[in-house]
């Protein structure tokens, strides 16, 4: 007779997260959900549930088992620890943070929020059972280098400014550097198009080869 507590096959199935690695905090959430639904099934449906789950993976996460056999959950779990642990997130976010620049199509906002989310991820990362005093002086390097990216990777015209104005506080930096996108949207959509330009150019063209306009006074 079945267990009432215990998940059917279907309804385990339903339950079954997927994954591409990631964060520390992403690894966590998936380890919780598939050990939630292990505990909640009988040992019968284990096998097929975490061939349910290994279907699911995708990204690094699935290149990490793509050419292993894995027979129990177990031995996925201690692999995923080992892959994407705190001492991977930690590497992989800094190389993330490091190598950040602006896109064509980013609004200076939108970078800087790229930059903070990352930030915020490898401070998390690297104060794991730190104290407060360590916490604090860990914060302040991410900050900094968050800082150095940011100016770095921002379009070359406005990062030639903020560094003439040796900018010291990240927000102080992107609040710049918003303002001279805005300047220079502004002068784009003025003169950018060069139609005021272009309009006189044809004008003075236009005269210039117009032959009526033309008198001779022999």
Not at 142 to 158: E, K, P, R, Y
Request: contains cysteine.
């Amino acid at each position: 007779m079945a267990n009432p507590d215990q998940l059917s096959l279907e309804g385990a199935i339903k339950l079954v997260p997927s994954f591409s690695g990631g964060s520390e905090s992403d690894l966590a959430s998936f380890l919780a959900k598939c050990e939630f639904i292990f505990k909640s099934i009988p040992n019968t449906l284990k096998p097929i549930i975490l061939e349910a789950i290994i279907t699911q993976l995708k990204g690094n996460a699935f290149e990490a088992v793509r050419y292993k056999v894995i027979t129990t959950w177990d031995e996925l779990k201690n692999l995923f620890k080992t892959v994407f642990g705190s001492a991977h997130s930690v590497s992989y976010l800094q190389v993330q943070l490091s190598q950040m620049s602006q896109n064509s199509k980013e609004s200076v906002k939108e970078f800087s929020i790229r930059i903070e989310k990352t930030a915020h991820e490898l401070t998390h990362a690297l104060t794991v059972d730190k104290d407060p005093a360590q916490v604090n002086i860990i914060a302040q390097t991410v900050q900094a280098h968050a800082l150095s990216v940011f100016i770095a990777g921002v379009s070359q015209s406005i990062g030639i400014i903020l560094k003439a104005l040796n900018i010291q506080v990240f927000e102080v930096a992107v609040l710049h550097a918003m303002e001279e996108e805005k300047s220079s949207e502004y002068y784009n959509n003025a003169f950018g198009n060069n139609k005021f330009q272009n309009n006189k150019n044809k004008f003075d063209k236009k005269k210039f080869n117009d032959k009526s306009a033309v008198k001779c006074h022999r």
